[in-house]
T-cell receptor
Framework: DAMVIQNPRYQVTQFGKPVTLSCSQTLNHNVMYWYQQKSSQAPKLLFHYYDKDFNNEADTPDNFQSRRPNTSFCFLDIRSPGLGDAAMYLC??????????FGPGTRLTVT | QKEVEQDPGPLSVPEGAIVSLNCTYSNSAFQYFMWYRQYSRKGPELLMYTYSSGNKEDGRFTAQVDKSSKYISLFIRDSQPSDSATYLCAMTSDYKLSFGAGTTVTVRA
């Protein structure tokens, strides 16, 4: 089945220790997104790629970076996680400006 | 004022009842409207997607869009305990989704 896959599903990291979350998709969609979702809140867009073009949201902290080496894969790097970065991180894809399909998420814990 | 306002809930209904979920929006540029279902600790799952005013049915689910009133609704008929989840409305005019805050629904057996 075509899908959006996120690894790992659960990640524990220490305060200040860099962490990388990964996303892959078999939908062959050209747009990929990273969202942060905290408890009982709507997902918050961090950035998105339209093909290889990177688009950063104005309020995304510099601590968050992303890479998209090819159509299928996208990575979220958190350079120095703080306690406030503990959240669910969601990857989504779309074909152009249409409906977005989400992965299962990675739950990040910062100790 | 938020771009998208969603009835906050929570909503608790008996099994078999009709669930009605609503969102209003202020940005008349929005063209695409979606409803997502999110179970606890899982990613949002796309339920319904529409881009025109009117009704769209898919099984027990009906999505309604009224662009003139800037109002969208989701109806769940014959609700089941497995429908217990948070429902998020979302809309877009380009690549960025604007979400409602979500309504948590509990269907009691």
């Amino acid at each position: 089945d075509a899908m959006v896959i996120q690894n790992p599903r659960y990640q524990v990291t220490q305060f200040g220790k860099p962490v990388t979350l990964s996303c892959s998709q078999t939908l062959n969609h050209n747009v990929m997104y990273w969202y942060q979702q905290k408890s009982s809140q709507a997902p918050k867009l961090l950035f998105h790629y339209y093909d290889k073009d990177f688009n950063n949201e104005a309020d995304t902290p510099d601590n968050f970076q992303s890479r998209r080496p090819n159509t299928s894969f996208c990575f979220l790097d958190i350079r120095s996680p703080g306690l406030g970065d503990a959240a669910m991180y969601l990857c989504a894809t779309s074909r152009g400006a249409y409906e977005q399909y989400f992965g299962p998420g990675t739950r990040l814990t910062v100790t | 004022q938020k771009e998208v306002e969603q009835d906050p809930g929570p909503l608790s209904v008996p099994e078999g009842a009709i669930v009605s979920l609503n969102c209003t929006y202020s940005n008349s540029a929005f063209q695409y409207f979606m409803w997502y279902r999110q179970y606890s600790r899982k990613g949002p799952e796309l339920l319904m997607y529409t881009y025109s005013s009117g009704n769209k049915e898919d099984g027990r689910f009906t999505a309604q869009v009224d662009k003139s009133s800037k109002y969208i609704s989701l109806f769940i008929r014959d609700s089941q305990p497995s429908d217990s989840a948070t429902y998020l409305c979302a809309m877009t005019s380009d690549y960025k989704l604007s979400f409602g805050a979500g309504t948590t629904v509990t269907v009691r057996a």
